[in-house]
């Protein structure tokens, strides 16, 4: 079964950074888009980056400019370079496929923003 190992997440101040790495037991290569998505309690899990097998990025509105997305389809890898981290950027990180459904949600990672 495939397997998403997310890592990276922490506690920082606002404006701080963090790069979030999302391991994939298997090839990735022939997955046509791959995403990271977030959630905070109560609240459903929302997509925040979005890249294709061609690279075409996407970004949530809120996020552009601050992340960026990247795949590597020979590591099986893809991170999220998050820079100038806001409070409401606060949630536990997932990547999955996009749309998600084909692969089973990892345990996702944590990303705490402070004041």
């Known amino acids: 079964q495939v397997q998403l190992v997310e890592s990276g997440g922490g506690l920082v101040q606002t404006g701080g950074s963090l790069r979030l790495s999302c391991v994939v037991s298997r090839s990735i290569a022939s997955i046509p888009a791959m995403a990271w998505y977030r959630q905070t309690p109560g609240k459903l899990r929302e997509w925040v980056a979005v890249?294709?097998?061609?690279?075409?990025?996407t970004y949530r509105d809120s996020v552009k400019g601050r992340f960026t997305i990247s795949r590597d389809d020979v590591q099986n890898m893809v991170t999220l370079q998050m820079n100038s981290l806001k409070v409401e950027d606060t949630a536990t990180y997932y990547c999955?496929?996009?749309?998600?459904?084909?692969?089973?949600w990892g345990q996702g990672t944590q990303v705490t923003v402070s004041s």
């Open positions: 999955n496929d996009y749309p998600p459904g084909a692969i089973p």
């Open positions: 890249i294709s097998g061609d690279r075409t990025i």
